[in-house]
Each structure stands twice: as C-alpha cells, then as structure tokens.
T-cell receptor, first 111, second 113 residues
Framework: KNQVEQSPQSLIILEGKNCTLQCNYTVSPFSNLRWYKQDTGRGPVSLTIMTFSENTKSNGRYTATLDADTKQSSLHITASQLSDSASYICVVSGDDYKLSFGAGTTVTVRA | AAGVIQSPRHLIKEKRETATLKCYPIPRHDTVYWYQQGPGQDPQFLISFYEKMQSDKGSIPDRFSAQQFSDYHSELNMSSLELGDSALYFC????????????FGPGTRLLVL
C-alpha cells in the first residue's frame, strides 16, 4: 500500500487562479516532506522541503504547509501561470532517508 | 549552477542486450541515488551510494548493478534487458545528510525492443 496519497489526481484551472494540492502520508517515523514539480519526460525539480518542526515554507508562488500531527501537507499555487502545468509530486522521507513518492497531481493551466 | 548530468539521454536496446547509464552528480555532492520510473508510474528507488560505498538498496533487480567511482560519478549497468525495463531512469545527488534536497538529473529514457 502506497504510504503517500495525493489528491486530486488531476485538475484544470484557469490562468491567474489559485489551487491547492493535498498530500496525506503514513510514513513513520517521519523525517521530512518534499514537494517536487515534474514536467513531462523530465526530472523532478525540488520546490520545498520541510521537517516535522516546520509548518509552512514558500518558494515564489508555491507555498507548502505541513501538519505532522495529522500527517497532512498541502501545496498552494498562487496566481497560476501556463508554465505551472506539470505533475506535482509529494515525497516523504522516513528516518532511513528512503523516499516514498506519491502518485502526483497533474495540473493543467489554461489561458 | 551546475546540475546533475546523465548520459545518454535516450537509449534503445534489444532484449537480452546490456546497457550502461552514467550519472555525474553536482560538484561537492557525494551521494548518488538511482530511480526507475515506468510509464505513468511513480519513481521507484533502486540504489544509492555514499562516498563510493553502497548506502542503500531498493527494488533493483539482480540483473542490474551499479557503482560509484572516485570522482563520485556513478554508473548503472543493466544486463539481460527485458521489455519491462523500458523506463525513465533518474539519477539524483545530494550533499551528506538525509534532509538534504535530492537534485534530480534529466533522466535517461531507455527503450527495450
């Protein structure tokens, strides 16, 4: 069973609008949670990384939140741009530093 | 800034052939990770190296082997290729320490015919 669940599986938003992606995990013990952006056929690009003591971290128009108690994280994209169209992958690391990947959320931004 | 370099970017092989994928980590990164991503699937961790020693092993088939060299580049050797080995193979590198960000290379797309 995948230890990292993401939702929604995909979404379509209009350029300029905001959206929020969800990530729930069961990895324990927990070390850190990362959000990656992956364009089709390319390597994942790191957006944020948070340890259990961090609640929020921003990277430009991307803001990630983490609730280590409920084992939930979100990635908020503000004022979406066409270049934001990609897969967004939630990756959770346990204390052995192995990475557990979520299935990703495919975001399509339309003009 | 220098990124992770992988070569070749594309590779076509036939069944039962061998393939070697190369990964050059970001300078001063001494930890290398290999991932396999099948079509429409999550990346699966294969193996990692730290200071030229294997540090962790994931779902790497026995037909595959890997090593890290003195200059920290790594090679993934794949033998007796099967159709199911067709995938995108990512290499990532990081500085020492588990909370360091893993920086991914562009991947090598392997197609086995």
């Amino acid at each position: 069973k995948n230890q990292v669940e993401q939702s929604p599986q995909s979404l379509i938003i209009l350029e300029g609008k905001n959206c929020t992606l969800q990530c729930n995990y069961t990895v324990s013990p927990f070390s850190n949670l990362r959000w990656y952006k992956q364009d089709t056929g390319r390597g994942p690009v790191s957006l944020t990384i948070m340890t259990f003591s961090e609640n929020t971290k921003s990277n430009g128009r991307y803001t990630a939140t983490l609730d280590a108690d409920t084992k939930q994280s979100s990635l908020h994209i503000t004022a979406s741009q066409l270049s934001d169209s990609a897969s967004y992958i939630c990756v959770v690391s346990g204390d052995d530093y192995k990475l557990s990947f979520g299935a990703g959320t495919t975001v399509t931004v339309r003009a | 800034a220098a990124g992770v370099i992988q070569s070749p970017r594309h590779l076509i092989k036939e069944k039962r052939e061998t393939a070697t994928l190369k990964c050059y980590p970001i300078p001063r990164h001494d930890t290398v990770y290999w991932y396999q991503q099948g079509p429409g699937q999550d990346p699966q961790f294969l193996i990692s190296f730290y200071e030229k020693m294997q540090s962790d092993k994931g779902s790497i088939p026995d037909r595959f082997s890997a090593q890290q060299f003195s200059d920290y580049h790594s090679e993934l050797n794949m033998s007796s290729l099967e159709l199911g080995d067709s995938a995108l193979y990512f290499c990532a590198s990081s500085r020492p320490g588990g909370v360091e960000t893993q920086y991914f290379g562009p991947g090598t797309r392997l197609l086995v015919l």
